[in-house]
Nanobody, 113 residues
């Protein structure tokens, strides 16, 4: 069983990135999925979730209106679309299947000019 995040990188303020979380070994569509982020010295922050039916749940006001979550069950993948990125969005981003207890390894997002 694996969750593998990808799509991170360096982007200028105001730019966009789309992160992917691909699952193997289990059927992702059956699970609520969540995106977290973490910066050094801070606790992991829950930012967005998506239900098995595709409904999104926003947990962080700081990303409201800029980040969206979606899923492609045929690809067994969840996405995090991040627009209008700010330097304070710099973090390692993780996907999580909370009821299954699965975590990805994280992908680094750096927002800097």
């Amino acid at each position: 069983v694996q969750l593998v995040e990808s799509g991170g990188g360096l982007v200028q303020p105001g730019g966009s990135l789309r992160l992917s979380c691909a699952a193997s070994g289990f059927t992702l569509s059956r699970y609520v999925m969540r995106w977290y982020r973490q910066t050094p010295g801070k606790e992991r922050e829950l930012i967005l979730g998506i239900t098995s039916a595709g409904g999104s749940i926003n947990y962080a006001d700081s990303v409201k209106g800029r980040f969206t979550v979606s899923r492609d069950n045929a690809k067994n993948t969840v996405y995090l679309q991040m627009n209008n990125l700010k330097p304070e969005d710099t973090a390692v981003y993780y996907c999580n299947a909370p009821l299954a207890g699965y975590w990805g390894q994280g992908t680094q997002v750096t927002v800097s000019s």
